[in-house]
């Protein structure tokens, strides 16, 4: 365990595992080239100004014992990120809570009325799980070779916290709602037809089923519109 990840998990995280459905030890035959699937498929979007996941080329990779994986880690503003992928093309992601690390933004301050762990911002699932997707598929359009992929998205240090939509003065208003578990979590294997064709529908399902579970249904058009939103 690292000081990172020890980090990341003292606040509310992102635990994201991504692999084939059929496993093979040695599917990607080097690190090289399963840092090469990583760099491949990294998203970027531009109204985020970050990489999913953050592939330094300043920094020196990780490597798992005997080999077996490649990773990096940062800490940096209000991102705080660990990835690993293996050879056997298995990916592995734990990340904080933007709203978490506010204490750390080179921007600005929080609010004196701000507080870790209290809030978990709309757009933030909006966003990750599109990242995550579009990850997803990046790796399906790499590697023919992956019929289907399974997707475990983990939201982990949610007891208490609110969902907020963390855009003040936009015209959508949402009634406090407040989470009694600790963590949800979202397990699901996609063709990859359906990753490469309906990536991002896909994605505003999965969120649609997190707002759900804090009681919230704003149904996919309005998340198709708010997806706008926060990418404006």
């Not at 491949?40 to 996941?53: M, T």
């Not at 750390?104 to 009325?113: C, D, F, H």
């Not at 809030?119 to 997707?133: A, D, H, N, R």
């Not at 707002?211 to 996919?220: A, E, I, R, S, V």
């Amino acid at each position: 365990m690292s000081a990172i990840l020890d980090k990341i998990k003292t606040r509310g995280y992102w635990r994201i595992i991504i692999r084939p459905t059929v496993f093979r030890a040695n599917q990607l035959s080097t690190l090289d080239k399963a840092h090469a699937l990583v760099k491949r498929s990294a998203v970027s979007i531009e109204r985020r100004g970050w990489v999913f996941p953050q592939v330094n080329l300043d920094r020196d990779l990780l490597r798992g014992a005997q080999d077996q994986w490649v990773g990096q880690e940062s800490d940096w503003h209000i991102h705080l990120e660990a990835w690993r992928m293996y050879k056997s093309a298995q990916f592995v992601y734990l990340g904080g809570f933007w709203s978490d690390w506010q204490d750390q933004s080179i921007w600005q301050r929080p609010p004196e009325t701000w507080r870790p762990t209290a809030q978990l911002f709309v757009g933030e699932v909006i966003f990750k799980l599109l990242e995550t997707y579009r990850f997803a598929a990046g790796m399906a359009a790499a590697v023919p070779e992956f019929d289907a992929l399974l997707i475990h998205a983990k939201l982990l240090g949610l007891k208490d916290r609110t969902l907020s939509l963390g855009m003040p003065g936009r015209r959508w208003e949402l009634d406090t709602r407040t989470l009694i578990s600790n963590s949800l979590e979202y397990k699901k294997t996609f063709a990859r037809e359906d990753l490469l064709g309906r990536t991002d529908e896909i994605a505003l399902s999965v969120a649609a089923e997190v707002f759900g579970d804090y009681k919230w249904d704003p149904g996919l058009e309005m998340l198709r519109t708010l997806r706008g939103e926060y990418l404006e």
